[in-house]
């Protein structure tokens, strides 16, 4: 079994904290979700999560012009300079201070930050290495407290920059004679959004009381005059010092400066608009505006949108999309394209405002996820949530394609039948639910007689039987899925149900409870215990190798136990509590170290091919075990997210005072960014708190049917790990003699089987593609004959991996028929090696079924469209019927007339 795994992708968050961004093309939007960023591409439908994070949660996310650079900043000030060309972080800087905004200059050559009242302009980094990729130009003084936004002119010669203090600064990017600095005020509340008109120095600013000031200046762009230097005069050794570390200071003041003999720049008030009705308050909280168009976006506290076109301030239309704030707004290069953020619910809507349509509307789970399952051919992955609603995710593209909200409470776990078209979820209402995924409806409901909540679920391999555990009458209910009966009670333990497993083989269901045992369940004979397995402590988790042949229970005391289930004897443990590593949190009196010891594993998974276990539970760590050596192979940190709780070992000792942790010190009260203490005995955060530092846990793990990837629900979302074979050389049986050079002389001899071998024995994905594509259609049946049965099975990997993206369908689906009709009894007598490599294989296939079937459709009634259109319109007439019919329309349309002039005489 190979490690190789590497994070690929972020499910289940769509949006976090921060500001939207569309690309340059504005086909794609790039949203932060925590410490990473997701890049949404709209036109292709594809989402895709970035290899790489900051250490505490982004707040801004400045773009380059070109689309090609992006720096990202998160809440302590600590920025990443990143190219979204090759997904690699190219800088890291420091800025000391939380960032309220960031943005290039149009021209790409200067990005200006804003943190504190202080704004201060840089040069961007360019195409030439350099040691030191920010370098400061200027800082600009002038706000008497925290800065908002910015925005900067076409031409990149002066920046706005809003700010709490209710005023607005224009500053210019040089020195001009007539403009260094200006200050603006005309509002009541804090200066939300401030835009430049385009190719103008006129101004937008909106305020969060709902205030729109419009503001004309005295002279254009083009009218802005170099500065004359006056006499130089020898600066002191602080202001030197001070230039240096700062740059250069421009200190802007309230009443302005003034250079004699030119024209200052000035700026009137040409109007001042309301948002709100009179009477009505709505707490505006983003805004953005598009200059080509002239189309101003702002959204409110209450989740409505509205659009004006300015200057005129005429209302296009308003629309609610949320009950929650509206945290950003982003506009495309087109204007098309709306994307709307808000942080409460984690909602990323793109909204198309000429035809009134949404492009993308997403949503994770809003509290915590539970519990997944991926579908039998690996495709698809069920999501459960303590929000109380059942989400299905397409792997493939990232997207949340059905959501069911039947549930009235949280969801303790979810599975996909053998089928895959439907999958189950348990809750705590007291219901066990079935949906269909092919008309997305909720076409079962299982209830027991007296009411209980449900903890786990399982169903049998043959889809026909659901079992559910209760917390609370520590019985086992088990209903017919086709009739919905309730057809047992299972009694006997003697403590709540934690976990539920039917093996894969037989009809045998296992059952772990906190009272210390394992129940195996015979189905067939009515039901009956056929062996209880005594454990050292209370159970947490249990699941049954693909083959049924072992089972793995992991219990309280941090151990993972191993039984053959048909001899009921214990084969093997493991101790994984010291590999488990906690953290510390924030309100913890004990350290790290003492806290490991009450800790354990919460979940439990078998890889593919059986010959590991992965592991989870309330850690930052995924262990994955041998099981054969008892050995750790490989631990895997699911986040390096330091905003979460219990991510170090050590709590910070310069935090700590003789009053407590300064972590905990309740500070921005009247903000809403206060820290409470959670009541005695919550475990996922006080949710009647102003704000609460989530802690980071795996909450649920499942391997990929395929063997390529596996996911962890954690406190981030859902975590894809995939096996990155693009950097790992690998190769299988290699010789001196085993060369690129002697499998293409092989290619050109028409040896083709041993161009194949030799090609598998180095292991090179695009050099086997190469070989494969050389082999003439004729030759395929022969070359499968012929190949040795070690490298069928290679084939047939190979197969399913490049079926994915190829776009040679016909040619590769040849060979996968051909090899499996071929070599199809030899292949049966090694089902269970083999089993990942056909899933994947089928996953393949199915994927573009439902792509070809979707475009023949479409082909198919544009056809018959284009045919019934033809029939309608293509029948000839001649010249006598024209006249006909224009001498009959005319006689109705005058007897219609008077008939008309009749009916307004007699009324």
């Known amino acids: 079994?190979?490690?190789?795994?590497?994070?690929?992708?972020?499910?289940?968050?769509?949006?976090?904290?921060?500001?939207?961004?569309?690309?340059?093309?504005?086909?794609?939007?790039?949203?932060?979700?925590?410490?990473?960023?997701?890049?949404?591409?709209?036109?292709?439908?594809?989402?895709?999560?970035?290899?790489?994070?900051?250490?505490?949660?982004?707040?801004?996310?400045?773009?380059?012009?070109?689309?090609?650079?992006?720096?990202?900043?998160?809440?302590?000030?600590?920025?990443?300079?990143?190219?979204?060309?090759?997904?690699?972080?190219?800088?890291?800087?420091?800025?000391?201070?939380?960032?309220?905004?960031?943005?290039?200059?149009?021209?790409?050559?200067?990005?200006?930050?804003?943190?504190?009242?202080?704004a201060l302009m840089y040069h961007a980094p360019g195409k030439r290495r350099e040691f030191n990729a920010f370098v400061l130009d200027k800082s600009y003084y002038g706000p008497y407290d925290e800065t908002t936004c910015i925005d900067w002119t076409d031409d990149s010669k002066c920046f706005v920059v809003g700010s709490k203090d209710m005023t607005t600064w224009v500053f210019g990017a040089e020195r001009w004679g007539n403009l260094v600095y200006y200050n603006i005020g005309g509002h009541k509340d804090v200066i939300i959004g401030c835009f430049f008109e385009e190719d103008s120095l006129d101004l937008y600013t909106v305020s969060q009381d709902g205030t729109l000031c419009v503001?004309?200046?005295?002279?254009?762009?083009?009218?802005?005059?170099?500065?004359?230097?006056?006499?130089?005069?020898?600066?002191?050794?602080?202001?030197?010092?001070?230039?240096?570390?700062?740059?250069?200071?421009?200190?802007?003041?309230?009443?302005?400066?003034?250079?004699?003999?030119?024209?200052?720049?000035?700026?009137?008030?040409k109007g001042k608009y309301f948002f709100n009705k009179e009477g009505d308050f709505n707490r505006l909280t983003a805004a953005a505006f598009h200059k080509t168009t002239h189309l101003l976006v702002t959204g409110f506290a209450s989740g409505i949108f509205h659009l004006h076109e300015l200057p005129e301030f005429n209302l296009i239309h308003s629309l609610s999309i949320s009950d929650q704030r509206i945290a950003s707004i982003s506009i495309n290069g087109t204007g098309d394209w709306i994307a709307f953020g808000c942080a409460g619910l984690g909602q990323l809507l793109v909204w198309?405002?000429?035809?009134?349509?949404?492009?993308?509307?997403?949503?994770?789970?809003?509290?915590?996820?539970v519990a997944l399952t991926y579908s039998p051919d690996g495709q698809y992955i069920g999501t459960g949530g303590d929000d109380a609603k059942v989400k299905v995710w397409n792997t493939n593209t990232g997207f949340c394609f059905v959501t069911f909200t039947e549930h009235t409470s949280g969801i303790t776990a979810v599975t996909f039948t053998s089928s895959g078209f439907v999958i189950m979820s348990a809750s705590r209402d007291g219901t066990v639910r079935a949906f269909d995924l092919h008309r997305y409806r909720n076409f079962r409901t299982f209830t027991s007689p007296r009411p209980t909540q449900f903890s786990c679920l399982a169903v049998d391999s043959s889809g026909e039987i659901v079992s559910a555990g209760s917390q609370d009458s520590f019985e086992v209910f088990v209903w017919s899925v086709q009739t919905g009966r309730l057809l047992e009670i299972l009694a006997g333990h003697e403590g709540p149900i934690s976990c539920l497993s039917f093996s894969p083989v037989q009809s045998i269901l296992a059952s772990t409870s906190w009272d210390k045992t394992v129940k195996l369940w015979d189905m067939y004979d009515s039901w009956k215990t056929k062996e209880t397995l005594p454990l050292t402590s209370d159970a947490l988790a249990v699941t049954y190798r693909a083959d049924g042949k072992e089972l793995a229970v992991a219990t309280l005391d941090g151990e993972i136990t191993f039984w053959d289930p048909q001899n009921a004897v214990q084969i093997g443990s493991i101790t994984g509590r010291h590999d488990l590593q906690m953290g510390r949190k924030e309100t913890d009196k004990i350290t790290a170290k003492h806290?490991?010891?009450?800790?354990?594993?919460?979940?439990?998974?078998?890889?593919?091919?059986?010959?590991?276990?992965?592991?989870?539970?309330?850690?930052?760590?995924?262990?994955?075990?041998?099981?054969?050596?008892?050995?750790?192979?490989?631990?895997?940190?699911?986040?390096?997210?330091?905003?979460?709780?219990?991510?170090?070992?050590?709590?910070?000792?310069?935090?700590?005072?003789?009053?407590?942790?300064?972590?905990?010190?309740?500070?921005?009260?009247?903000?809403g960014d206060g820290v409470t203490l959670s009541l005695p005995g919550v475990r996922k955060g006080d949710m009647s708190s102003r704000y609460f530092k989530p802690e980071i846990r795996v909450s649920s793990l499942c391997f990929s049917p395929t063997?390529?990837?596996?996911?962890?629900?954690?406190?981030?979302?859902?975590?894809?790990?995939?096996?990155?074979?693009?950097?790992?050389?690998?190769?299988?049986?290699?010789?001196?003699?085993?060369?690129?050079?002697?499998?293409?002389?092989?290619?050109?001899?028409?040896?083709?089987?041993?161009?194949?071998?030799?090609?598998?024995?180095?292991?090179?994905?695009?050099?086997?593609?190469?070989?494969?594509?050389?082999?003439?259609?004729?030759?395929?049946?022969?070359?499968?004959?012929?190949?040795?049965d070690m490298y069928v099975e290679k084939l047939l990997q190979f197969l399913a991996t490049t079926l994915e993206s190829s776009r040679h369908l016909q040619f590769y689906m040849t060979w996968a028929e051909r090899l499996l009709t071929l070599h199809g009894q030899k292949l049966k007598a090694r089902s269970a090696t083999i089993l990942p490599g056909i899933q994947s294989l089928q996953k393949s296939i199915q994927m573009h079924f439902e792509d070809l079937s979707k475009l023949c459709d479409w082909n198919r009634y544009n056809i018959r469209y284009a045919l019934a259109l033809s029939k309608q319109h293509g029948m000839k007439r001649s010249a006598t019927d024209f006249l006909h019919q224009d001498k009959s329309s005319a006689m109705s349309d005058l007897t219609s007339e008077q008939s008309m002039e009749g009916t307004e005489m007699y009324i």
């Open 352 to 369: 198309e405002w000429q035809s009134e349509s949404y492009v993308l509307k997403q949503q994770g789970h809003f509290n915590n996820m």
């Open 707 to 788: 063997g390529r990837s596996w996911a962890a629900t954690s406190t981030e979302g859902l975590l894809i790990h995939s096996l990155d074979t693009t950097l790992v050389f690998d190769p299988f049986d290699l010789d001196l003699d085993v060369t690129p050079s002697s499998v293409r002389q092989q290619l050109r001899l028409a040896q083709y089987t041993a161009a194949i071998v030799l090609a598998f024995r180095l292991n090179e994905k695009k050099l086997t593609q190469e070989v494969l594509e050389a082999i003439p259609n004729a030759e395929i049946d022969v070359v499968c004959s012929s190949l040795p």
């Open 595 to 671: 806290a490991a010891k009450g800790k354990s594993f919460t979940t439990l998974c078998y890889s593919a091919d059986g010959l590991s276990i992965l592991a989870g539970g309330q850690s930052k760590f995924v262990c994955i075990y041998n099981i054969s050596e008892k050995i750790l192979m490989k631990k895997f940190e699911i986040s390096c997210n330091l905003s979460l709780d219990a991510m170090e070992e050590y709590l910070d000792r310069r935090k700590m005072t003789e009053f407590g942790s300064l972590a905990l010190v309740d500070e921005g009260t009247g903000d």
């Open 1 to 118: 079994m190979k490690f190789a795994y590497r994070f690929s992708n972020l499910l289940g968050t769509v949006y976090r904290h921060g500001n939207l961004t569309f690309s340059k093309d504005g086909n794609s939007v790039i949203s932060p979700v925590g410490n990473r960023i997701s890049v949404f591409d709209l036109k292709n439908n594809k989402s895709e999560t970035l290899p790489l994070a900051t250490t505490k949660n982004i707040t801004c996310v400045g773009l380059s012009p070109d689309g090609n650079l992006a720096i990202l900043v998160d809440e302590d000030g600590a920025a990443l300079l990143v190219s979204l060309v090759t997904r690699a972080i190219l800088h890291h800087f420091h800025f000391h201070k939380p960032v309220h905004c960031i943005q290039f200059s149009p021209d790409g050559r200067k990005f200006v930050v804003t943190k504190d009242n202080v």
């Open 215 to 269: 503001w004309e200046c005295n002279i254009s762009l083009e009218g802005l005059e170099p500065r004359v230097h006056k006499k130089t005069v020898q600066p002191t050794e602080e202001a030197s010092s001070m230039e240096g570390k700062e740059g250069e200071i421009i200190q802007g003041k309230a009443n302005g400066e003034k250079q004699e003999g030119s024209k200052d720049v000035k700026y009137q008030r």
